[in-house]
């Protein structure tokens, strides 16, 4: 059982960050309630802008750490996702 999970887009365009990132949240376990999604930011802030202006239903609040290069979702409990 996993309560946290780590998504790194590094290397990834916008687009394929966008399939990846979709793909990896569709298959956490339901026992995931904390995704931290590295992204980068030394190189562009492009994946940085997308990550933190992705919606997804499984997503229920980011978090903006003092880390540039991360961001944080906290997943919604698989029972209340409509």
Do not use: C, W
Request: proline share 1%; aromatic share 8%.
């Amino acid at each position: 059982m996993a309560y946290y999970a780590k998504i790194d887009l590094h290397g990834h365009t916008v687009e394929s960050a966008r399939k990846h990132l979709t793909t990896q949240i569709k298959r956490l376990s339901s026992d995931v309630r904390e995704v931290t999604v590295i992204h980068g930011y030394h190189n562009g802030t492009a994946l940085q802008s997308f990550v933190r202006s992705y919606k997804n239903s499984r997503i229920e609040r980011k978090i903006l750490g003092l880390n540039n290069g991360e961001t944080i979702f906290i997943i919604k409990p698989q029972d209340i996702i409509k």
